[in-house]
């Protein structure tokens, strides 16, 4: 018992570096992380089922999405592999990662083995990893300014201000139709 108390399993979330203070909530990046790890599962799991196949490229899709599945549980879940001992440097790479690099790659990882052998399975099986993608690519599109910014941001848009004028100025019609409309 007493030899686990230093392992780097238990360390792992004390010497991680978290990402920087981003504006995105702690349940929205658990979510992603859960997403992650139940969808990989899934992916592993419809991965074997594709491999029962006949035809070489639905057996290198299941193959291919037997590996998205793995990198996806061990990038988000690392604590789901404790009997491998690099499954911390690779949760601690994957924690440093940007959240579009990891958008990114979720994304367009999940696609490779739909475009190989399109079947519900393939499909099924990959969709929760894409999933995962979107979750991190709204965050990597980072939190929403409150109203007052973006009305500040609105009035200093100089282009935006002069292409309606302009288009005013050549469709007066859209003014008078905008002054008879019942309010």
């Not at 990402?19 to 799991?45: E, T």
Request: glycine share 8%; aromatic share 10%; net charge neutral.
């Amino acid at each position: 018992m007493m030899e686990n108390i230093g392992s780097p399993i238990l360390t792992q979330t004390t010497t991680a570096k978290p990402q920087n203070n981003d504006g995105i909530s702690w349940w929205f990046k658990f979510m992603a992380k859960g997403v992650g790890v139940f969808g990989g599962l899934v992916a592993m799991a419809s991965g074997v089922v594709t491999c029962v196949t006949l035809t070489a490229a639905c057996l290198a899709a299941g193959i291919a999405q037997l590996c998205v599945g793995f990198v996806t549980v061990v990038f988000e879940g690392p604590c789901c592999c404790p009997f491998l001992d690099f499954i911390t440097q690779i949760g601690k790479f994957s924690d440093n990662r940007p959240h579009w690099q990891k958008a990114m790659f979720y994304t367009l990882s999940s696609l490779i083995p739909i475009v190989m052998c399109f079947s519900l399975s393939t499909v099924f099986g990959c969709c929760l990893v894409f999933a995962t993608g979107v979750l991190y690519g709204i965050m990597a599109l980072g939190k929403k300014a409150d109203r007052t910014e973006m009305i500040q941001k609105a009035r200093q848009d100089v282009e935006m201000t002069d292409t309606l004028i302009d288009h005013i100025e050549k469709n007066p019609e859209i003014v008078n139709s905008l002054q008879t409309l019942p309010k």
